[in-house]
């Protein structure tokens, strides 16, 4: 079976880590690796089982963290088993929802906001 695994950038990736452990409740599956300019040079996270890579900017690689001045390209899409406890927490650490939470049938209970880093992010629980 193949598999597909988002691979992030990001500015700063010690902000990032800590924003999506507090906020998403992620855990550090794959420790950072730590380049000799003190930058992040890999990550990996995971929320329930959903995994994750994340790295630094590398300019050098043609590697950078999204544009908010251009919009998102890609959107990460999460199920979580309460979309309103999540947003509460993203909403308490300062970030704006742009959508949800709602239901919205056949998705179910679905919510969407862009993280501190610039990535999209669409919440999805289903409904019982």
């Given amino acids: 079976m193949s598999e597909l695994t988002p691979y992030l950038c990001v500015r700063d990736a010690r902000a990032a880590i800590a924003w999506y452990a507090d906020v998403l409740g ?12 003190g930058r992040i040079g890999h990550v990996e996270l995971a929320v329930d089982g959903a995994g994750w890579m994340m ?8 590697v950078a963290a999204p544009d908010a001045a251009r919009g998102a390209a890609v959107t990460l899409h999460l199920t979580v088993g309460d979309v309103d406890a999540v947003c509460e927490r993203v909403r308490a650490a300062g970030t704006t929802l742009d959508r949800g939470p709602e239901d919205s049938p056949p998705a179910g209970r679905v919510a969407v906001f862009r993280d501190p880093s610039g990535h999209r992010w669409f919440l999805t629980q289903p409904l019982s």
Avoid: N
């Fill in 26 to 37: 992620a855990e550090v599956t794959y420790p950072p690796i730590v380049m000799d300019d």
């Fill in 55 to 62: 790295s630094e900017e590398f300019a050098s690689s043609g």
